[in-house]
């Protein structure tokens, strides 16, 4: 697949007005992403999504780096011919209605919206019923939809969107997902900027984690999930000598369920973090030839709130001097 | 220029949806209704039944003034430089209030563009920030040219009905109105692309307005300022705009006299291209 979108070394360095202090945004931050995938671009408060979103759509100058869409740099406006995209705190004017905005919008990102157009994709995000109210009487969930709706207009090849799923209840959410699988089937490439995980868990094909203006890590989702697989052990004790020499193998934590070591049971409960099938059977292998019997083995796989909270806690969770 | 276009459409609509518009058109339609009332007074009346008597060339004593000869000539008052009179004081304040109900009601509009919100929708569409700037100024100039006309077009219509006499260079003044306008909004361009503040874009243009009413007494002012304070008050009177001397153009477009100079609207149009062009390149540099 070709990368539709490319960032090469973008660094974002604000000034603050009066105190005349650097604060780094972005730094030195590379990614790419291929044509047909839903990206996910997660990251804390302030890490930079945001100024990584509007460097790419030409809203804000990068300090140095560069990056493009479909081949043309974001500096000139006309690499936006083939984007839409969903802000984050969107604010339509509230005097029209949402036919007059789709139709205002659509024709500043296309030339050009017809009436069909607009009921088509109003329709699309389930609000053609509302086609002619004004936006000022929407609920947060029907100004989302909208929003969508809005980001779809001139039929783009990336789609951005900052929170697609904000205020919007837990139907309207399967829609918004069950919406973006569909536009991916068509072909289109959507970049996901999110703090709810589980969201992008169900519907990105890949990710990448930002913290503190650095790229964290980044990868197929399916792929850094299983990264670092734990299978929780229930076995008779496993000698503390034993222990000390296996690294991959640790007493589970103490949890509500109760699980881990009890002082009045012979079996105990146990984590082993590996790679890989053969390396559970070589640790298992070891166990065995120590005597120890195995009750039960259960295979966990990391959510990605897990992979997220470790990957940014790794990289030190401190958000001082970290821009918007 | 399409997109130029649609922008001025969402200027025009954001002006009519908060009824600016229609406060506008109240606001001039009582200003001329005011007008109607006044030249309905008794003494405006008798002056000009005065004047229709004696006819409009035989008119009322006015002056005495010396020829080239030394011979010593009474003037005299025509309907016609009686009406002109009444017209040039009526464009001139017709000036003020077009130019200051134009700025009230379009002030907040850049500010609102740039307002986090909006710009991310609006500049991350592909076209260039400048024809959204530039339709924005369109979509303004035509609200307050559309103003203008119907506020100076009622004033004329009244004076018409009431004295018979067309002022055919009253057109001259709507544009005049109109240039000055879009002098006044150079500076809540430029503040508003830099600050995104309207207080302070409409503080500074007022602040600008007053000092130009300075201007007007420049003759007798630059005599009074001592030596190097009168270099910066000439310096100044060529470099800001010349508001308060701009009327006495669009007053005499109304009249019949021919305008004196042109250099006031001049150097303010200098002014208003030097604050659009700042506007345009900090519009086009800044982040949004």
Known sequence: MSALLE?????????????????????????????GEIFGLLGPNGAGK????????????????????????????????????????????????????????????????????????????????????????????????????HALANNPKLIFLDEPTDGVDPVGRREIRELL????????????????????????SRIAILNRGKLVTEGRLDELLQKQTVYAVTSTRIPEQLLDRLSDVQPAPVRASGRGERPDSELSHYEIHVSSRAHLNVVLDQLRREHVEIESIIRNTDSLEELFVRAVDSDGSSQEGIAR | MSAAFEMMKLTFLELWSRWVTVGLFVASSLVWILLSFTLNLDIVEGSLTGVRILGQDAGVPRERVETASGEAVQQFVTLNMFVSQIQSFVAGVAYWAAAFLGLFAAAPLLPG??????????????????????????GVFLVVLTLATYLYGMIWLVMILKTDLVA???????????????????????????????ALSLIVTYGLIIASVSFLFRDTLELQINRPWRGVYVGLYHVLPNFAETTKIAAGFA????????????????FALVMYVAAAWRLSVRDL
């Open chain 1, 7 to 35: 960032a090469d070394a973008l660094s974002k360095t604000y000034r603050t007005a009066f105190r005349r202090r650097d604060v780094k945004a972005l730094d030195s931050f590379s990614l790419s992403v291929d044509t």
């Open chain 1, 50 to 149: 945001t100024t990584f979103v509007k460097i790419v759509l030409g809203l804000v100058k990068p300090t140095s780096g560069s990056a493009s869409i479909d081949g043309t740099t974001v500096s000139d406006w006309r690499s936006r011919r083939q984007v839409g995209y969903l802000p984050e705190n969107h604010r339509f004017p509230d005097y029209l209605t949402a036919r007059q905005m789709l139709r205002h919008y659509g024709r500043l990102s296309a030339g050009q919206s017809s009436n069909r157009d607009i009921d088509r994709l109003l329709d699309r995000v389930g609000m053609l019923r509302w086609a002619d109210t004004p936006i000022r009487k929407f609920s947060k969930g029907m100004m989302q939809r909208t929003g969508i709706a």
């Open chain 1, 181 to 204: 699988t569909s536009l991916r089937h068509e072909g289109k490439t959507i970049f996901l900027n999110s703090h709810i995980l589980s969201e992008l868990e169900l519907v990105c």
């Open chain 2, 113 to 138: 563009m740039l307002s986090r919100g909006q710009s991310d929708l609006l500049f991350s569409k592909p076209v260039p920030r400048l024809a959204l700037l530039g339709g924005h100024l369109l």
């Open chain 2, 168 to 198: 055919g260079r009253m057109y001259g003044s709507i544009l005049v109105v109109v240039v000055m306008f879009m002098a006044m909004y150079s500076v809540v361009a430029l503040l508003s692309v830099t600050t995104e503040s309207s």
């Open chain 2, 255 to 270: 009249g019949e006299d021919p305008i004196g100079s042109w250099y006031p609207l001049i150097s303010t149009c200098l």
